[in-house]
């Protein structure tokens, strides 16, 4: 497991043929107040905490898992991980957080046609996305764990409830699935998208300084070009409507 600076950790996600989310850990090695961002798909935990136990991290320093959203890529393998680590709460946006709590599993898998591929292959039943948050995120709260500060930030349109974590002492944002490594955004077209939503959202986030791009997939940046995020929105702005 990759350490990406002081206080955070990248576990790659392993795709298959449904990509799986990557994991980061965030908080200070001696704060005993580790948290998850993220999970990943069903039947991917094994790995993750495996993962987390080579480091030396011990699994009883996680206190919570925080959710940059819900889709199943992020949130499959959440019951694995809670029943390795019982005590950790979960923190979940309020737009995401309402629905998985009232078992409403349409944030989770996007689509009808998906549900049901899904069920089938992994053998999931009805109320497999139901959780307790114990902790509803509101846009501009300021998380102050693990020794570190990070900023959330709610950033719809991917999801209605996605929201990025920012550090601002060390310029580290991560923005779940609404903007990747090589120019490339999260799609916009499932169960709670709005384009015009992540049009505002991709411009909220080039206002930040980012040095490092920590995305739900595919490659992480740390040194990220001054105005990517920018540029990045202004490619995508003709589809973004
Ligand atoms: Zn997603
Ligand atoms: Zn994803």
Redesign the pocket.
Known sequence: MPRVTDGVYFIQGMDEFI?D?HMYLIGKPDSNDISIVDVGLTGKGAYKIESIKKQGVSLSSVKRIIMTHT?L??IGCLGEIRKQIPRAELWVHRLEAEPLEQGDDRPVYGMNEFKGMCQMQYGLKKDAFQFPVERKLEDRDILEIGDMVWEVLHIPGHSMGGIALYNEAANILIPG?VVYADYAIGRFDLFGADPAALKRSLYRLAELKVEILLP??NQIVKDLPEDYIKKTARMWEPYLR
């Open positions: 990509p989310s889709h890529d992020h699935d739900g997939h």
